[in-house]
């Protein structure tokens, strides 16, 4: 069993290395990436349950000059590790508003928040010197959170979502139901609406389960005030139970796939009824 298992270690070592030295090259050339200008963002349709297009998220692509194109989950939680999270969501924020100002009025932008960026001292006086740099309207952003982003120094927490809220930002709580789920974060922190995750929504159609859950925050929100979207949205029949079921914004593969910047003029063209 020894010389079986030095065996084993003897051939899983260089795939090991590289698979090391691969995240090695990446995190460096992560470092880098802004400067080199290799991000850019793509935009998913946000639909309302009338069909108009209520505005679109800003998700974040790296092109690497090497390996192409890479997905958030695999550089995010890198950069957020490095420290490098804050000055990308900057860049998020500033890029993504100052496309926006090319939409119509009726089309607001969701931009995720990472943790670090949110927890960095001067958060809320960056967004609004932003916001007021670009002349971009504080109503037409929203701000996605996580449960995970307000785990830590609640107080504090709370203060910065009252002043963005304030602002007339709008506050959304993403991948609700996900993660710890607390209830009292509904009760204190001013959220305009909540995401529910692609989780609940994949096995919708057949799944008594994911049903009730999802009538669950459906009623829980409207109890609350708040609007609710309901995101991987994949087909017509979970779309229109999701509809049935009082959802008022859908976001999915089936209502629009994420879209370079230059095509959300011609998406509106062709699916806005607004
Ligand atoms: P998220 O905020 O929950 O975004 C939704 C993810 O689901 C996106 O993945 C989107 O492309 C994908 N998606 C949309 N419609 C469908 C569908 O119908 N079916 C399925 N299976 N997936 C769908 P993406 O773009 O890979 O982003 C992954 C995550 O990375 C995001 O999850 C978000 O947490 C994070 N992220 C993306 N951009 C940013 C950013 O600018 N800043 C921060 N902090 N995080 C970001
Ligand atoms: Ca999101
Ligand atoms: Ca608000
Ligand atoms: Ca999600």
């Not at 309207?137 to 996605?144: H, T």
């Amino acid at each position: 069993a020894k010389s079986e298992g030095r065996g084993r270690a003897r051939t899983f070592e260089p795939a090991m290395m590289m698979v090391l030295e691969q995240r090695e090259l990446l995190r460096r050339s992560l470092r880098v990436a802004l400067q080199h200008g290799e991000f850019f963002i793509e935009y998913q349709p946000l639909m309302d349950c009338s069909g108009s297009v209520a505005g679109f998220e800003a998700l974040l692509r790296w092109h690497h000059p090497m390996m192409g194109i890479i997905p958030p989950s695999a550089f995010i939680p890198m950069a957020e590790a490095d420290g490098l999270m804050p000055e990308i969501g900057q860049w998020v924020l500033e890029e993504a508003c100052r496309q926006a100002m090319n939409w119509p009025p009726h089309c607001m932008v969701a931009v995720n928040l990472s943790p670090a960026e949110f927890l960095t001292g001067g958060f809320t006086d960056r967004v609004s010197q932003t916001l007021d740099t670009i002349g971009f309207p504080a109503e037409r952003l929203e701000l996605e959170i996580t449960e995970g982003v307000l785990l830590e120094r609640t107080i504090n927490n709370l203060d910065t979502l009252n002043t963005l809220n304030v602002l007339g930002i709008q506050i959304s709580l993403d991948d609700f139901g996900t993660e710890y789920s607390s209830l009292s974060y509904l009760k204190n922190f001013p959220f305009d609406s909540i995401k529910i995750d692609k989780y609940f929504i994949k096995d919708l159609t057949n799944d008594a389960k994911s049903q009730t859950i999802v009538r669950f925050i459906v009623a829980l929100a409207h109890g609350l005030g708040m609007k609710v979207t309901a995101e991987g949205v994949e087909d017509q029949a979970q779309a229109e139970w999701l509809i049935a079921a009082g959802c008022d914004r859908l976001q999915g593969y089936f209502l629009g796939r994420p879209l370079p910047a230059s095509d959300v003029l011609e998406f509106l063209r062709r699916n806005d009824t607004a």
